[in-house]
Antibody
Framework: QVQLVQSGAEVKKPGASVKVSCKAS????????MHWVRQAPGQGLEWMGI????????SYAQKFQGRVTMTRDTSTSTVYMELSSLRSEDTAVYYC?????????????WGRGTLVTVSS | QSALTQPRSVSGSPGQSVTISCTGT?????????VSWYQQHPGKAPKLMIY???KRPSGVPDRFSGSKSGNTASLTISGLQAEDEADYYC?????????FGGGTKLTVL
């Protein structure tokens, strides 16, 4: 079935990097962009950026410019989100989200989320 | 890239209607018909309830409706049911990026 399967929870120390994966199945991977959205504990949703799995082009939210890198592997239908220079405020659940149509701006398919905990 | 403004909480009794507002600017909500709404239960991923201001995905009850006037979008839930108790987030395209609202907690009394 159509789904996004994310990697497991991570615990990182401040200053480290984390790489979260999101494996797509049940649809043509390169036909839909992929977004990343995060949610800090008890807080709202925050958009991080977008990747075009077809060509690999990316666009990041201003807040994360210079710290986030989104990549993809078309051979495994997987997108990755790497966040560097982690600080405690980056503790959050990170979601990948697929738009309702190829380059749409609403999300009808979400991964279950990956909890990233940043703690010394 | 400021968040859209939503009330922190709303409440209603079963069978009643509630409306959640989402206020942005002419650069996001007011500038595009790309407002979407998400329902999130504790510990779960968000679920799409409304897209393109007022369209409902298949499977979403017609008790949920969306609208927009100027820089403010609204989600109305009629015939409230216990299972509607959740957090609701609005979201808007803002010209090459996306912005979410801060979220509204709906309590069904």
């Amino acid at each position: 079935q159509v789904q996004l399967v994310q990697s497991g929870a991570e615990v990182k120390k401040p200053g480290a990097s984390v790489k979260v994966s999101c494996k797509a199945s049940g649809y043509t991977f390169t036909s839909y962009y992929m977004h990343w959205v995060r949610q800090a504990p008890g807080q709202g949703l925050e958009w991080m950026g977008i990747i075009n799995p077809s060509g690999g082009s990316t666009s990041y939210a201003q807040k994360f410019q210079g710290r986030v890198t989104m990549t993809r592997d078309t051979s495994t239908s997987t997108v990755y989100m790497e966040l560097s220079s982690l600080r405690s405020e980056d503790t959050a659940v990170y979601y990948c989200a697929r738009p309702g149509y190829s380059s749409g701006w609403y999300f009808d398919l979400w991964g279950r989320g990956t909890l990233v905990t940043v703690s010394s | 890239q400021s968040a859209l403004t939503q009330p922190r909480s709303v409440s209603g009794s079963p069978g009643q209607s509630v409306t959640i507002s989402c206020t942005g600017t002419s650069s996001d909500v007011g500038g595009y018909n790309y407002v979407s709404w998400y329902q999130q239960h504790p510990g779960k991923a968000p679920k799409l309830m409304i897209y393109d201001v007022s369209k409902r995905p298949s499977g979403v009850p017609d008790r949920f409706s969306g609208s927009k006037s100027g820089n403010t979008a609204s989600l109305t839930i009629s015939g409230l049911q216990a299972e509607d108790e959740a957090d609701y987030y609005c979201c808007s395209y803002a010209g090459s990026y996306v912005v979410f609202g801060g979220g509204t907690k709906l309590t069904v009394l």
